[in-house]
T-cell receptor, first 111, second 111 residues
Framework: EDKVVQSPLSLVVHEGDTVTLNCSYE??????LLWYKQEKKAPTFLFML????IEKKSGRLSSILDKKELSSILNITATQTGDSAIYLC???????????FGQGTTLQVKP | EAGVVQSPRYKIIEKKQPVAFWCNPI?????LYWYRQNLGQGPELLIR????????DSQLPKDRFSAERLKGVDSTLKIQPAELGDSAVYLC?????????FGQGTRLTVV
């Protein structure tokens, strides 16, 4: 069964810290892995990682896909209070066409 | 480019009443998803459309939930009758090539 597991489930840091969020997956036919930031209601798209694009970076956020280990990390450097949110990892299965989400990591950045 | 549009943003109804949610996906996106998200959890897939065809509705509680996507564009999700446990955020997303973009969601409260 296709599955996505995120860790940790919650994290509290102080402004300026660097954080690493983890996502591991099991899938029969991997197509892409997506990261989202969810602040209030709607998840906001951050990155899409595929076999041909295993590393993405945007400002202080970066993400790497490790296809061998079936996992991905999301790094946030020099965290700010505005980074406080739930970070969701999702996997797109090429076989089923399903987009399956992990349970999310709740990040709180304290001043 | 307009994003995914959902309405209403909020809905409060009494149990046993019907309710409907509407979604307009990003233009050109053939894949449309409806997700339900409970507090502290990741989104859970209810139904996925490829154009006007529901290709995965295995998670949709068909005794009370129904969905349609006439002409392969807009979609509606209906609950009849609603139960207290249906209180959640209902998210619509559309996809083109392995990514997915979400609407603002509808927060449903059943009292």
């Amino acid at each position: 069964e296709d599955k996505v597991v995120q860790s940790p489930l919650s994290l509290v840091v102080h402004e300026g810290d660097t954080v690493t969020l983890n996502c591991s997956y099991e899938v029969t036919n991997f197509r892409s892995l997506l990261w989202y930031k969810q602040e209030k209601k709607a998840p906001t798209f951050l990155f899409m990682l595929t076999s041909s694009g295993i590393e993405k970076k945007s400002g202080r956020l970066s993400s790497i896909l490790d296809k061998k280990e079936l996992s991905s990390i999301l790094n946030i450097t020099a965290t700010q209070t505005g980074d406080s949110a739930i970070y969701l990892c999702a996997m797109y299965s090429g076989n089923t066409g399903k987009l399956i989400f992990g349970q999310g990591t709740t990040l709180q950045v304290k001043p | 480019e307009a994003g995914v549009v959902q309405s209403p943003r909020y809905k409060i109804i009494e149990k046993k009443q019907p309710v409907a949610f509407w979604c307009n996906p990003i233009s050109g996106h053939n894949t449309l998803y409806w997700y339900r998200q409970n507090l502290g959890q990741g989104p859970e897939l209810l139904i996925r459309y490829e154009n006007e065809e529901a290709v995965d509705d295995s998670q949709l509680p068909k005794d009370r939930f129904s969905a349609e996507r006439l002409k392969g564009v807009d979609s509606t999700l209906k609950i009849q009758p609603a139960e207290l446990g249906d209180s959640a955020v209902y998210l619509c997303a559309s996809s083109h090539q392995g990514d997915a973009f979400f609407g603002q969601g509808t927060r449903l409260t059943v009292v």
